[in-house]
């Protein structure tokens, strides 16, 4: 496990190569002292992931399964009783009240695991004062005895880059996200100082890049990071990807309230990037007028007429809008695999969270208690081998759009 050591903090990373040896770096990772996990075994750890949306973790936009399964099994083993995942996903999903959980996966994990799943959006909450006012926060963030951030790796229209520092973002509840974005750079920092997360383990393996958080491209990195200094991770991923901190405000304002100093940006500097990611585009100028704070209540009263389905795809195609929620769920009656389509390549085996015998012939998804039913087998099935028999509703959205590249990352 790699250790890269700077003057505010060290920082861990390591190549993902399989769902099991996953679990033991993780296992690793908990045995650093610097990490103090809890004496107690029945400590409330909390667990925020990326759910931003309700795109699969292989588009690179939440937080993959394979490395929460990891992680939960890590705590686990160390006998850890008081698990928690939970996240708010972001405004859009939270008004047209869309069940992410589900559709990525995610309530079918915690159910395997017996971890508690709360959505923070509806969670009991506490006022905090970022830098721009007051904001309700989820208050298990706050009374978590052990805080544990799983940020995914993009880049961000607004923010420049989202990872360890925005992940802390789905911890404000329901549309107070939006008095966020008064001053978002300011009011991130001021989050990261209130929550404090005591480890952030972010889910390099698949990254988004271009018009993100929610319309850019998937990229493969294999990699994941850990350390408990997030704006030092955001200034060594930002190097690692290629992308320049100076089109990131929160690092700007992190170095000047010292959580990172020139030692560090030296030191950064020095490292080889690994990748060079596509930026987020310039916001253009329609975008940043509607999205001015002080149209916020002509957007609520209009809220009928361009929160429509309709509205919302010319807005889309416009490039206005950076997604389009679609209500329908999918209703998925069976999975199988076609033997005679399947050319044994094994991927199917390498990305299941759960390390399911997929292709054994007496293998049956829909039979398999422990199937989480995420589809990532049939997501990258290069023959498209896994037949998904029943309605895909949303799903047939993201697989025009992102159905051939998932299958040649």
């Known amino acids: 496990m790699p250790r890269y050591d700077f003057a505010q903090g060290a920082i861990v ?128 963030c706050l009374q978590a005895d052990y805080f544990i951030s799983v940020p995914k790796i993009k880049t961000h229209a607004e ?103 020139d030692k560090d940006i030296a030191r950064a500097d020095e490292i080889e990037p690994l990748t060079q990611f596509e930026p987020p585009p310039p916001r253009n100028f329609v975008v940043r007028l509607l999205d001015h704070r002080f149209l916020a209540r002509v957007r609520d009263l209009t809220r009928p007429i361009h929160g429509s389905e309709t509205a919302r795809r010319l807005l889309y195609r416009l490039g206005i809008l950076q997604d389009v929620y679609e209500q329908a769920e999918a209703r998925i009656e069976r999975l199988t695999l076609n033997r005679h389509a399947c050319d044994g390549c094994g991927r199917c085996l390498a990305i299941c969270p759960m390390e399911l015998p997929i292709t054994d012939p007496d293998f049956d998804f829909w039979a398999s208690d422990d199937c989480l039913k995420c589809l990532y087998c049939a997501f990258v099935c290069p023959k498209e081998a896994i037949t998904v028999e029943g309605e895909p509703g949303y799903l047939r959205t993201h697989l025009k759009r992102y159905g051939e590249v998932m299958r040649t990352l």
């Open 13 to 140: 990373t390591w190549r993902y190569r399989s769902t099991e040896s996953l679990v033991k770096e993780i296992q690793t990772l908990l045995g650093e002292e610097i990490l103090s996990l809890p004496h107690s075994r029945s400590a409330l750890l909390v667990i925020k992931p990326n759910l931003n949306n309700d795109l699969t973790a292989l588009t690179g936009n939440s937080t993959d399964l394979r490395v929460l399964a990891a992680l939960i099994r890590a705590l686990q083993e160390r006998g850890y009783t008081n698990i928690t995942l939970a996240d708010g996903p972001n405004i859009g999903i939270y008004r047209k009240g869309i069940d992410v959980f589900g559709r990525l996966g995610v309530r079918a994990l915690a159910e395997h695991f017996g971890v508690q799943l709360i959505d923070l959006n509806h969670a009991p909450a506490a006022e905090i004062t970022v830098a721009t006012g007051p904001v309700r926060v989820a208050e298990i």
């Open 159 to 261: 923010a420049g880059m989202s990872a360890a520092v925005k992940n802390l973002m789905g911890c404000v509840v329901g549309t107070d996200k939006r008095l966020m974005h008064a001053d978002l750079p300011a009011n991130l920092v001021r989050l990261n100082e209130i929550i404090k997360p005591n480890l952030t383990l972010v889910d390099g393996i698949i990254g988004m890049e271009g018009n993100c958080p929610g319309d850019g491209m998937p990229k493969r990195l294999d990699l994941l990071l850990a350390g408990t200094n997030p704006f030092l991770l955001d200034l060594f991923i930002a190097r690692l990807v290629g992308l320049d901190r100076h089109i990131i405000p929160h690092l700007l304002i992190a170095h000047k309230k010292g959580y990172i100093n």
